[in-house]
């Protein structure tokens, strides 16, 4: 696939070399420096490239957002016309601290993107994992068993396109329904946070959450 990341930090960065390095075609956008975009191209080990938003979102099957809330409109306006895009979102709705969900339980930051965005096909993905853990998980992907991800979006061919993605990276995707759950897969996420982060043993209980009733 070619994959366009609208957001090169901690998410898009390791997630974008991780498809270059499981052979998709992935443009690295939006940073404050071109060579840290360029750096990202090179390094990745794959078939990887540096550029604006609009040039990483024009032909791109894919486009993984990436950015933190406040910077959403920014990197849409940049990335121009997203009409038909699948977008997958890691961003959360964040405050500008990173305390807490600006946006919760009645509605959730991926609805709102969708509304942002309203002819785009938005995937709720990639947020209820640290990303500390990402390339430790592409690692290992050849094991049988696999650390879960859920995911959420309305559109079924969308959908599919994520979770070959999620699979990519080493992950077992797991479909938590209709976008409307990122209502609580959000929360989720800050619930992964605080354990990856304050709790003891808490990056393994984060991301290695299994799906109930699952035989061995
Ligand atoms: N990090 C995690 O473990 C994690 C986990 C789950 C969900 N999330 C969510 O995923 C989203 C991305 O998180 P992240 O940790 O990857 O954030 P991040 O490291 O801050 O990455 C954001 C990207 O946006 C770029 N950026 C910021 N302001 C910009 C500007 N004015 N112009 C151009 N580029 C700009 C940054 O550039 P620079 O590279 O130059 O700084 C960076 O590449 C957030 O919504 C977060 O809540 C993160």
Redesign the pocket.
Same mark, same amino acid.
């Given at each position: 696939m070619r994959i366009g990341i609208l957001?090169?930090? $901690? *998410?898009?960065?390791k997630l974008g070399t991780i498809w270059a390095r499981a052979g998709h075609e992935v443009a690295f956008s939006?940073?404050?420096?071109k060579e840290?975009l360029n750096k990202l191209a090179r390094d990745a080990q794959g078939n990887a490239r540096a550029g604006a938003p609009r040039d990483a979102a024009h032909d791109a099957d894919a486009v993984l $957002?990436?950015?933190?809330?406040s910077?959403v409109d920014?990197?849409l306006k940049q990335a121009g016309d997203v009409a038909g895009k699948v977008i997958v979102n890691?961003? $959360? &709705? *964040?405050n500008a601290d990173?305390t807490d969900l600006v946006i919760a339980h009645t509605s959730s930051?991926a609805e709102e993107l969708a509304k942002k965005a309203p002819k785009a096909r938005v995937v709720s993905a990639?947020?209820?994992? &640290?990303?500390?853990v990402l390339f430790g998980v592409f690692e290992s992907r050849r094991k049988a068993s696999k650390p879960s991800l859920v995911y959420c979006g309305d559109d079924t061919k969308s959908k599919k396109i994520a979770a070959e993605l999620i699979r990519d990276v080493g992950f077992d995707p797991v479909d938590a329904g209709p976008l409307r759950i990122a209502r609580y897969t959000e929360p989720f996420?800050l619930l992964?946070?605080q354990l990856?982060y304050e709790g003891e043993g808490g990056p393994e209980l984060a991301y290695r959450f299994e799906r109930f009733g699952r035989k061995g």
């Open positions: 957001g090169s930090g $901690l *998410m898009g960065a939006y940073a404050r420096s840290k $957002l990436a950015v933190h809330w910077r920014d990197v890691c961003s $959360l &709705p *964040m990173n930051g990639f947020n209820t994992v &640290p990303s500390e996420a992964v946070v990856a």
